[in-house]
């Protein structure tokens, strides 16, 4: 059973175009991230939400909306792509129990704009 | 603005050698940090983690050493293998549960 499941694992699309991207836990966790990671491998967090709350919202242009339908889902959507875009897009989830705080990352995917 | 880490450097270890890893955190309020190691086309996997009470933490084939007078991380991996191969990240925790990661060091281990 995949824990954090991303799709899809690779996107190709031209500038200009909208995108989203999924990402679905089953571990039960109350937090789920978004964190972009560039071609020099720097992974930076983009969004974070608990039970469906925003609670993280690191400067990121406004073409980035990402939305919870429920606690176990947190997706991910773009417009007008650009070609700085194009990097490794991470869906992680926590859940803080007091002793451990790392999260339980997705598989990524490879968003590449042409 | 506060940071953690280096920017990807490559650590070129021979089999069965050990590797250390540095890490370097700016922020002194963290109370906690974690190694991920991440292999080629997968997401960051957890290593191991460390409190900022603690010192030293070991698990199998690796130990986590954190100085926090000089705001340093290190991770030490035992007899490395092929399959440590990766890219290794330290992060540290800050309000929020927040993970801010380092740049990450790249391991290529020579059979």
């Known amino acids: 059973d995949t824990a954090v499941s991303q799709t899809p694992k690779y996107l190709v699309t031209q500038m200009g175009n909208d995108k989203s991207i999924k990402c679905e836990q089953n571990?039960?966790?109350?937090?789920m991230y978004w964190y972009k990671q560039d071609s020099k491998k720097f992974l930076k967090i983009m969004f974070s939400?608990?039970?469906?709350?925003?609670?993280i919202n690191e400067t990121v242009p406004n073409r980035f909306s990402p939305k919870s339908p429920d606690k176990a889902h947190l997706n991910l959507h773009i417009n007008s792509l650009e070609l700085g875009d194009s990097a490794v897009y991470f869906c992680?989830?926590?859940?803080?129990?007091?002793?451990?705080?790392?999260?339980?990352f997705g598989s990524g995917t490879r968003l590449t704009v042409v | 603005g506060e940071s953690v880490g280096l920017h990807l450097p490559t650590l070129s270890v021979q089999e069965g050698d050990n590797s250390i890893i540095n890490c370097a955190y700016s922020?002194?309020?963290?109370?906690?940090f974690i190694w991920y190691k991440q292999e080629s086309g997968k997401g960051p996997q957890f290593i191991i983690d460390?409190?900022?009470?603690?010192d030293k933490r070991q698990g199998q084939r690796v130990t986590v050493l954190l100085n926090k007078t000089v705001k340093h991380l290190s991770l030490q991996i035992a007899a490395t293998q092929p399959g440590d191969s990766a890219v290794y990240f330290c992060?540290?925790?800050?309000?929020?549960?927040?993970?801010?990661f380092g740049g990450g060091t790249r391991v290529l281990v020579k059979p």
């Open positions: 939400y608990n039970n469906k709350e925003l609670i």
């Open positions: 992060a540290e925790r800050a309000a929020g549960n927040k993970l801010t």
């Open positions: 571990l039960g966790h109350d937090t």
């Open positions: 922020n002194s309020a963290s109370d906690y």
């Open positions: 460390i409190r900022s009470n603690m």
């Open positions: 992680a989830s926590s859940q803080d129990r007091g002793d451990y705080y790392g999260y339980t």
